[in-house]
């Protein structure tokens, strides 16, 4: 790195907390979001649901946004703040990857309308199939055509952005990833989960899972690694080290 670089300074959007079994044993959202980023990016928590906006956005080199017990749909005013930053982010083209609720929250940021998945919940590791436009993606292009994603999400994107791209999609999701733009991505899967998250939340889940018709020990045996998703991560942190504002 020369005198005249710098690394590149990433904010991350808590937007909640995990369960707190979860927290104690494996961290909570933002420790699982700096464990897949790179260590070469400049990288900043910041709890949006109890502290300010950090700053303007162009004030950054990339923003990350984490997943959230809540539910956009409510409306709280931290989360409608937050969504209009995100807009400001996206129209500065600051690059932007939204993850389950990031992802939720960027698509009605921008336009889209996000509520309950008409078929209920949607949890463990699920496939996911890319669309032929996200072969030039930047984040997409690489993974292959289908790979496994670990999942969990009650509520989803029912309608796109305008101008959105669909990326993602699968057979209970229609909209799995998107990008607004040439740099602001959303995601409805967990690229930061790892297996063993997953199964941990299929447990804590469980009563709930069966009272919604659903059959923990099948999800649970069902669960397996996705290294094709959690690089994701890496490769979000490969475009702001070399795309750096």
């Not at 496939?127 to 790979?147: I, M, S, W």
């Not at 299929?202 to 045996?221: F, I, K, M, N, T």
């Not at 994701?232 to 942190?237: C, G, H, N, Y």
Request: hydrophobic share 40%.
């Amino acid at each position: 790195m020369t005198s005249r670089q710098r690394h590149p300074r990433v904010v991350i959007l808590k937007t909640g907390t995990t369960y707190p079994s979860i927290r104690e044993r494996f961290g909570d959202f933002d420790d699982w979001f700096l464990r897949g980023l790179s260590p070469a990016l400049d990288t900043t928590v910041t709890d949006v649901t109890a502290n300010d906006l950090p700053g303007e956005p162009a004030d950054w080199d990339g923003v990350v946004v984490t997943g959230s017990p809540a539910m956009v749909s409510d409306r709280e005013s931290w989360s409608e703040a937050a969504a209009r930053w995100l807009a400001r982010a996206v129209d500065a083209r600051v690059p932007v990857l939204g993850v389950c609720y990031g992802h939720q929250l960027l698509a009605h940021a921008l336009g889209g309308e996000v509520g309950y998945h008409p078929q209920g919940r949607e949890t463990g590791t699920r496939e996911v199939e890319l669309t032929a436009a996200a072969a030039e993606d930047p984040l997409f292009g690489a993974l292959p055509r289908r790979f496994p994603a670990q999942l969990t999400h009650r509520q989803s994107v029912l309608r796109l952005p305008p101008e959105a791209i669909l990326l993602g999609r699968s057979a209970f999701e229609p909209h799995q990833a998107f990008r607004v733009g040439p740099c602001a991505w959303g995601v409805q899967f967990h690229p930061e989960f790892t297996d063993a998250v997953m199964r941990a939340y299929l447990e804590v889940q469980a009563p709930e899972l069966v009272r919604e018709g659903l059959a923990p020990d099948r999800l649970l045996a069902d669960v397996r690694p996705a290294p094709q998703a959690s690089q994701l991560l890496p490769r979000f942190s490969d475009y702001l080290l070399t795309h750096q504002r």
